[in-house]
C-alpha cells in the first residue's frame, strides 16, 4: 500500500468510526433545550477536545496504553458502561426531570463546558473505536512527518463532524416536541444497543474470547 492509499484509508477509517450522521441527532438530543449560539459552543468545544485526544492517541497512543497498564479491551468495557448511562437517562427523561427542577439556570457556562467534554467528546467522538482505530493506524505513519500526515487527517474528519453538528442544529426547529421526545427516546435505545456492543467487544478483548 503506497502512501496516498495509506493516508486515504486513514480518513475512510476515522470517518468511520466517528460516524458525523450518526452523530448529528445524537448531538441534538443531548443538547435539547440550548440555544443556537449555546449548541455551537458545545460543537466546537467537543469537536476540539476530541481532536486533541485523538491526535495524542495518534502520537503516543499504544505508549499512553502501556504506560497506564490499560487494555483496549478494558477501554471500551469502561466507554461501553458511561455510555448505557447516558441513554438511560435518554431513555427515561432523567435529564428533562433534572433541567425542570432547576429551571433555565440549568444551562449555564459549566453545564455546556461539561457536556463539552463528556458525553460529546468523551465517548461519543473520541470513543474506544475512533481511539482503537488512531492507534492502529499510527503503526502505518511512523516517521514524524507521518505522525503529522495523520493528525491533518484527524483535523480533517473532525471538521467534517464539526460541520456536520452546526447543520444538525437547524433541524431542531423542525422537530417539535413530539418529534423531539420520540427522537430521544430512540436514539436513546440504540445508544444503549451501541454501549452494549462496546462492552461485549471489550470482553471478547480483554479476556481472549
Same mark, same amino acid.
Given at each position: 500500500m503506497n502512501h496516498l492509499d495509506l493516508l486515504i484509508n486513514a480518513l475512510t477509517t476515522i470517518l468511520v468510526t466517528i460516524d458525523p450522521p450518526g =452523530?448529528?441527532?445524537? #448531538? =441534538?438530543?443531548?443538547?435539547?433545550?440550548?440555544s443556537r449560539q449555546q449548541r455551537f459552543i458545545v460543537a466546537w468545544r467537543g469537536s476540539l477536545i476530541?481532536? #486533541?485526544i485523538l491526535a495524542a492517541f495518534a502520537l503516543f497512543g499504544n505508549g499512553i496504553l502501556s504506560l497506564l497498564g490499560i487494555s483496549i479491551g478494558a477501554f471500551r468495557i469502561a466507554g461501553g458502561m458511561l455510555l448505557f448511562w447516558i441513554a438511560f437517562e435518554m431513555i427515561f427523561e432523567k435529564r428533562n426531570e433534572r433541567k425542570e427542577k432547576t429551571g433555565e439556570?440549568?444551562?449555564?457556562r459549566d453545564h455546556i463546558h461539561n457536556i463539552a467534554v463528556f458525553p460529546l467528546a468523551l465517548p461519543l467522538?473520541?470513543?474506544p473505536g475512533a481511539i482503537s482505530a488512531t492507534i492502529l493506524l499510527s503503526g502505518s #505513519?511512523?516517521?514524524?512527518?507521518?505522525?503529522?500526515? =495523520?493528525?491533518?487527517?484527524?483535523? =480533517?474528519c473532525l471538521g467534517i463532524l464539526f460541520a456536520a453538528l452546526v447543520i444538525a442544529e437547524r433541524?431542531?426547529?423542525f422537530l417539535g416536541v413530539t418529534g423531539r421526545a420520540i427522537l430521544t427516546r430512540l436514539?436513546?435505545?440504540i445508544l444503549a444497543a451501541l454501549a452494549v456492543q462496546f462492552v461485549v467487544d471489550g470482553i471478547r478483548s480483554a #479476556?481472549?474470547?
Amino acid at each position: 500500500m503506497n502512501h496516498l492509499d495509506l493516508l486515504i484509508n486513514a480518513l475512510t477509517t476515522i470517518l468511520v468510526t466517528i460516524d458525523p450522521p450518526g =452523530l448529528a441527532p445524537i #448531538f =441534538l438530543s443531548l443538547t435539547m433545550g440550548m440555544s443556537r449560539q449555546q449548541r455551537f459552543i458545545v460543537a466546537w468545544r467537543g469537536s476540539l477536545i476530541a481532536f #486533541f485526544i485523538l491526535a495524542a492517541f495518534a502520537l503516543f497512543g499504544n505508549g499512553i496504553l502501556s504506560l497506564l497498564g490499560i487494555s483496549i479491551g478494558a477501554f471500551r468495557i469502561a466507554g461501553g458502561m458511561l455510555l448505557f448511562w447516558i441513554a438511560f437517562e435518554m431513555i427515561f427523561e432523567k435529564r428533562n426531570e433534572r433541567k425542570e427542577k432547576t429551571g433555565e439556570v440549568a444551562i449555564t457556562r459549566d453545564h455546556i463546558h461539561n457536556i463539552a467534554v463528556f458525553p460529546l467528546a468523551l465517548p461519543l467522538i473520541a470513543g474506544p473505536g475512533a481511539i482503537s482505530a488512531t492507534i492502529l493506524l499510527s503503526g502505518s #505513519f511512523s516517521s514524524t512527518i507521518d505522525r503529522l500526515e =495523520l493528525i491533518a487527517v484527524i483535523a =480533517l474528519c473532525l471538521g467534517i463532524l464539526f460541520a456536520a453538528l452546526v447543520i444538525a442544529e437547524r433541524i431542531d426547529r423542525f422537530l417539535g416536541v413530539t418529534g423531539r421526545a420520540i427522537l430521544t427516546r430512540l436514539l436513546g435505545v440504540i445508544l444503549a444497543a451501541l454501549a452494549v456492543q462496546f462492552v461485549v467487544d471489550g470482553i471478547r478483548s480483554a #479476556f481472549a474470547i
